[in-house]
């Protein structure tokens, strides 16, 4: 059974850039869609990216494009996301789960189960 644990969130100015990593281990991160969301406080859950399996599409929500890029790295099983420029708004706890399919920027249903721990993004002026 594939699971994922989050890291590399910190605290960043305005303008900086930091990138999180979602390690798998039980399974091929290859074998899924990958999506990650974030949760900031007093909002609900917000799908950021989804990246298919090598070969298909990743998505971006509007509010990210041309400053977040997700990558992935086989040999190491994990999933990245290269965040730049990064603002206040994107302050948030991020997660990365498994989907079913990346179907659009915004619709990739989640497989189910428990979210992991997460990591804190904290974007300061």
């Known amino acids: 059974q594939l699971q994922l644990v989050e890291s590399g969130g910190g605290l960043v100015q305005i303008g900086g850039s930091l990138r999180l990593s979602c390690t798998a281990s039980?399974?091929?991160?290859?074998?899924?869609?990958i999506a990650w969301f974030r949760r900031a406080p007093g909002k609900g859950d917000e799908g950021v990216s989804c990246?298919?399996?090598?070969?298909?599409?990743?998505y971006y929500i509007d509010s990210v494009k041309g400053r977040f890029v997700t990558s992935r790295d086989s040999a190491k099983n994990t999933v990245y996301l290269q965040m730049s420029e990064l603002k206040s708004e994107d302050t948030a706890v991020y997660y990365c789960?498994?989907?079913?399919?990346?179907?659009?920027?915004?619709?990739?249903?989640?497989?189910?189960?428990?979210w992991g721990q997460g990591t804190q993004v904290t974007v300061s002026s």
């Open positions: 789960v498994p989907v079913i399919h990346c179907y659009s920027e915004t619709y990739y249903p989640r497989i189910g189960g428990s």
């Open positions: 039980g399974s091929s991160v290859d074998y899924y869609a």
């Open positions: 990246s298919s399996p090598p070969g298909g599409n990743t």
